[in-house]
């Protein structure tokens, strides 16, 4: 089992739609939590960072994590156009010495 | 956050020859990082670039295959050598913040190797 998983897509929803983006992980160790939107041709861009488990919005975007499940998720509400991107998830421990540990990224297809 | 230049944004190289990725951040940052990132695959850390000192390297990659300068706090060079198809992927700069596990990244140089 790889330590994080994540569907690659695409994803596809009309504009205006609720988007949940999902990764699971294997690694009970990790207790940092990044959601990354990568758009064409362009570095990833930090969206959301939570520690440990629970709730954090940030505008349209919500990150959620579930530590028992191992299962973390981004909301994106009332979705635009230009949310169209990759969007990765990363994880790591609390170790400083441990690696980010990236999911391989969804791509999402906003359609106006 | 960091605002970083890396050049080339792209090139294509033949095989056998060398590139060079800078990185040029706007303020002064310890650590910075390489990643390789492939078509269908996750972010990949190359090596970690100390100021200093000699770079860190990941599992699977090497000195001298990925030599790295970090000749100050504000800039970074690394260089794929004796390239090959393989060798084909983005190539990102990044920087940490201190005490953080976020990342700050630019915007890659998009690497294709003949």
């Known amino acids: 089992q790889k330590e994080v998983e994540q569907d690659p897509g695409p994803l596809s929803v009309p504009e205006g739609a609720i988007v949940s983006l999902n990764c699971t992980y294997s690694?009970?160790?990790?207790?940092?939590f990044m959601w990354y939107r990568q758009y064409s041709r362009k570095g990833p861009e930090l969206l959301m960072y939570t520690y440990s488990s629970g709730n954090k919005e940030d505008g349209r975007f919500t990150a959620q994590v579930d530590k028992s499940s191992k299962y973390i998720s981004l909301f994106i509400r009332d979705s635009q156009p230009s949310d169209s991107a990759t969007y990765l998830c990363a994880m790591s421990a609390m170790n400083r010495d441990d690696k980010i540990i990236f999911g391989k990224g969804t791509r999402l297809h906003i359609l106006p | 956050s960091a605002v970083i230049s890396q050049k080339p944004s792209r090139d294509i190289c033949q095989r056998g020859t060398s590139l060079t990725i800078q990185c040029q951040v706007d303020s002064q940052v310890t650590m910075m990082f390489w990643y390789r990132q492939q078509p269908g695959q996750s972010l990949t850390l190359i090596a970690t670039a100390n100021q200093g000192s000699e770079a860190t390297y990941e599992s699977g990659f090497v000195i001298d295959k990925f030599p790295i300068s970090r000749p100050n706090l504000t800039f970074s060079t690394l260089t794929v050598s004796n390239m090959s198809p393989e060798d084909s992927s983005i190539y990102l700069c990044s920087v940490g913040v201190t005490g953080s596990e976020k990342l700050f990244f630019g915007s890659g140089t998009q690497l294709s190797v003949l």
């Open positions: 690694n009970s160790a990790f207790q940092y």
